[in-house]
């Protein structure tokens, strides 16, 4: 069974920094693609940072230059480096993974997120 665990939200400053943590558990083999989203209370759950299975890395727009996605050392653990935090950026982060399992088709799989808050 295939969980995503994530860890590092909090309280922040404005202007301050959080590193986001996640890891997945009950993965044969390393994920398509990692990727980080955020939902705000009353709208969307949005993309935040991909990083693609061979380093390729995407930001939306208001998070390019503050925010970096990489890779952990163990198979199928991604962080989300942030920094110059803005109360915009507060929400609950959810890491997202794309892996094919041993059975069936490729598919996302959720984290139950980590609430991230930024005090003006």
């Known amino acids: 069974q295939v969980q995503l665990v994530e860890s590092g939200g909090g309280l922040v400053q404005a202007g301050g920094s959080l590193r986001l943590s996640c890891a997945a558990s009950g993965m044969l083999s390393q994920a398509n693609r990692m990727g980080w989203y955020r939902q705000a209370p009353g709208k969307q759950r949005d993309l935040v940072a991909l990083?693609?299975?061979?380093?390729?890395?995407r930001y939306v727009d208001s998070v390019q230059g503050r925010f970096t996605i990489s890779k952990g050392g163990a198979k199928n653990t991604v962080y989300l480096q942030m920094s110059g935090l803005k109360p915009e950026d507060t929400a609950v982060y959810y890491c997202?993974?794309?892996?094919?399992?041993?059975?069936?088709?490729?598919?996302?799989?959720w984290g139950q997120g980590t609430q991230v808050t930024v005090a003006s």
């Open positions: 997202s993974m794309n892996y094919l399992p041993e059975y069936g088709n490729a598919r996302d799989y």
């Open positions: 990083i693609t299975s061979d380093g390729a890395t």
